[in-house]
């Protein structure tokens, strides 16, 4: 079964520092999202993404934050000047059709983000 | 985007069938009704979506009413392997977001 792959599976950076979180939607999925989840809380929107441009943003997703689909496979979330409370799960997930038509997103299985 | 109310949490026994239910009293007439799961440090993952009356597929079944305002996911002969999350979501038609509230966190017991 096709999944999404994210990477790193963790990572740890000192509060300040830019991070990039990567993804690998399915190969034929057209919508792409970034997710995250700080520990014991909901899951929050972030960002939909799609033919190669931002479709819709949260009130989350502000000027430190940033994604990118650089070639035909990946799709990156960075964060800039990560601060303590950035440090969440971050999913990234994709779709083939709009959320409120199919449903369904597939989501990775998460790059957990711990900001020292 | 319609509000959804969940039990926090159930527990159940393997092999029972569960029902979840939940509420969403403001859904409007172009909203759909999404399930997902959750295990822990994973994802979430699709479970079935449903505009009325009764929806079945592989894994659960999905029952809503005639006036939608609540729905019940169905999970026959639970595994401990299904203790999970589970999200109620409303969806819109043309949205492009999900909107995750807490959940009901199912606990199968052996």
């Known amino acids: 079964e096709p999944e999404v792959t994210q990477t790193p599976s963790h990572q740890v950076t000192q509060m300040g520092q830019e991070v990039i979180l990567r993804c690998v939607p399915i190969?034929?999925?057209?919508?792409f999202y970034w997710y995250r989840q700080i520990l014991g809380q909901k899951v929050e929107f972030l960002v939909s993404?799609?033919?190669?441009?931002?479709?819709?943003k949260s009130e989350i997703f502000d000027d430190q934050f940033s994604v990118e689909r650089p070639d035909g496979s990946n799709f990156t979330l960075k964060i800039r000047s990560t601060k303590l409370e950035d440090s969440a799960m971050y999913f990234c997930?994709?779709?083939?059709?709009?959320?409120?038509?199919?449903?369904?997103?597939?989501f990775g299985e998460g790059s957990r983000l711990t900001v020292l | 985007l319609a509000k959804t109310t969940q039990p926090i949490s159930m527990d159940s026994y393997e092999g029972q069938e569960v029902n979840i239910t939940c509420s969403h009293n403001?859904?409007?007439?172009?909203?759909?009704i999404t399930w997902y799961q959750q295990f822990p440090s994973q994802g979430p993952r699709f479970i079935i979506q449903?505009?009325?009356t009764k929806v079945t597929n592989e894994v659960a079944s999905l029952f809503i009413p005639a006036d939608r305002k609540s729905s019940t996911l169905s999970l026959p002969r639970v595994s401990l392997s299904d203790t999970a999350v589970y999200y109620c979501l409303v969806v819109s038609y043309g949205n492009n977001r999900l909107a995750f509230g807490k959940g009901n966190q199912v606990v199968v017991i052996p």
């Open positions: 997930a994709s779709s083939a059709g709009l959320a409120g038509v199919t449903g369904e997103l597939f």
């Open positions: 190969s034929n999925h057209l919508y």
């Open positions: 993404f799609y033919n190669n441009e931002i479709s819709e």
């Open positions: 403001n859904i409007a007439t172009n909203d759909y």
């Open positions: 449903g505009y009325k």
